[in-house]
């Protein structure tokens, strides 16, 4: 007996849903009272109105797609108008996947075994550059690292080029790469708050001085909304997590906290638009920051880190 499971994605406005998943190629099956049942290439999913949804960008929901082909699939999908949170992308662990969402915010990851992906057409941009830097994210990284990383380059660490991507779609892109942070602490309690070695955070010190990070970020970039070129402000980083026992925390209450910050961070991003990414802030008065370069800033931050944590982990 096969047991196969089936999202459930609440939408706001029923109809307007419909056409939206009809565009991108789903089947309808059965439609209700506020209640439809669809497929695409032999997968489910139901939607259920809900007249109390939150709005858009509140949705912690989302379902995974497993399909032969992502970039076919993600081709298709952005051509009927679904936005791109992700491009198809090669994952670590062996998945090529893209990210999207519907009109109601509910979260889309599409992925296919890296063996069926067909290449990316045009290869890789050779003009970027890939800078070493030390992996951990710690001492020995400097600021000006972080920028050049963030401005045009692929980071060695980690293998992301932060300028890659339409702009508009980093915020979804920063909530995505957050939600990833749930499954790698799901595993031994003592391990992810265990220091392989005295230089190097433990997997739940990563998470946490992400979540942190990611508030930090959410409050620069509402300020320089409103206020011309305002002076940041320092953060010792490690300091806060020195001073702040962070592995007596719960895990589970630290995740929780990194993925609302980064939903909160997307929905302050949505409210930028035309020049506004190129509006400035100043750190200790010598350091230029736009709220472009502020925002992959701080997806390279969930990337990185995720992938230190990783390290982290494994080398307990």
Same mark, same amino acid.
């Given at each position: 007996?096969?047991?196969?499971?089936?999202?459930?994605?609440?939408?706001?406005?029923?109809?307007?849903?419909?056409?939206?998943?009809?565009?991108?190629?789903?089947?309808?099956?059965?439609?209700?009272?506020?209640?439809?049942?669809?497929?695409?290439?032999?997968?489910?999913?139901?939607?259920?109105?809900?007249?109390?949804? #939150?709005?858009?960008?509140?949705?912690?929901?989302?379902?995974?797609?497993?399909?032969?082909?992502?970039?076919?699939?993600?081709?298709?999908?952005?051509?009927?108008?679904?936005?791109?949170?992700?491009? #198809?992308?090669?994952?670590?662990?062996?998945?090529?996947?893209?990210?999207?969402?519907?009109?109601?915010?509910?979260?889309?990851?599409?992925?296919?075994?890296?063996?069926?992906?067909?290449?990316?057409?045009?290869?890789?941009?050779?003009?970027?550059?890939?800078?070493?830097?030390?992996?951990?994210?710690?001492?020995?990284?400097?600021?000006?690292?972080?920028?050049?990383?963030?401005?045009?380059?692929?980071?060695?660490?980690?293998?992301?080029?932060?300028?890659?991507? #339409?702009?508009?779609?980093?915020?979804?892109?920063?909530?995505?790469?957050?939600?990833?942070?749930?499954?790698?602490?799901?595993?031994?309690?003592?391990?992810?708050?265990?220091? #392989?070695?005295?230089?190097?955070?433990?997997?739940?010190?990563?998470?946490?001085?992400?979540?942190?990070?990611?508030?930090?970020?959410?409050?620069?970039?509402?300020?320089?909304?409103?206020?011309?070129?305002?002076?940041?402000?320092?953060?010792?980083?490690?300091?806060?997590?020195?001073?702040?026992?962070?592995?007596?925390?719960?895990?589970?209450?630290?995740?929780?906290?990194?993925?609302?910050?980064?939903?909160?961070?997307?929905?302050?991003?949505?409210?930028?638009?035309?020049?506004?990414?190129?509006?400035?802030?100043?750190?200790?008065?010598?350091?230029?920051?736009?709220?472009?370069?502020?925002?992959?800033?701080?997806?390279?931050?969930?990337?990185?880190?995720?992938?230190?944590?990783?390290?982290?982990?494994?080398?307990?």
């Amino acid at each position: 007996m096969t047991a196969v499971g089936v999202p459930v994605l609440g939408v706001s406005d029923l109809q307007r849903s419909l056409a939206f998943y009809k565009s991108l190629g789903f089947l309808l099956i059965v439609e209700f009272d506020g209640y439809a049942i669809l497929a695409f290439q032999g997968a489910e999913v139901h939607l259920a109105q809900i007249d109390t949804l #939150p709005p858009p960008d509140k949705s912690v929901s989302g379902a995974y797609l497993r399909v032969d082909h992502a970039d076919e699939v993600y081709e298709q999908w952005v051509a009927a108008g679904a936005p791109s949170l992700k491009p #198809p992308t090669d994952e670590p662990y062996g998945i090529r996947e893209f990210a999207t969402e519907d009109t109601d915010g509910n979260l889309w990851r599409v992925g296919s075994l890296r063996d069926h992906a067909p290449p990316r057409p045009g290869g890789v941009d050779h003009t970027v550059r890939t800078v070493e830097r030390p992996v951990d994210g710690s001492p020995g990284t400097t600021d000006e690292a972080w920028l050049s990383i963030v401005e045009s380059a692929t980071c060695a660490g980690c293998g992301l080029t932060p300028a890659d991507g #339409p702009t508009g779609t980093v915020g979804g892109r920063i909530l995505d790469e957050a939600q990833r942070w749930a499954s790698l602490l799901d595993a031994d309690d003592t391990a992810v708050r265990t220091r #392989p070695n005295p230089s190097t955070w433990s997997a739940l010190e990563y998470a946490a001085h992400v979540r942190d990070a990611l508030g930090i970020f959410d409050e620069r970039v509402a300020r320089m909304l409103v206020e011309f070129e305002p002076e940041l402000g320092w953060w010792d980083h490690e300091a806060a997590i020195e001073e702040g026992n962070v592995n007596d925390l719960d895990a589970e209450s630290v995740v929780a906290d990194l993925v609302r910050n980064a939903m909160e961070l997307r929905t302050t991003l949505q409210r930028v638009t035309g020049t506004a990414w190129y509006r400035q802030g100043m750190r200790r008065r010598r350091e230029k920051f736009t709220i472009e370069t502020m925002a992959r800033f701080a997806l390279h931050e969930v990337v990185h880190h995720r992938v230190d944590a990783q390290r982290s982990l494994s080398s307990v």
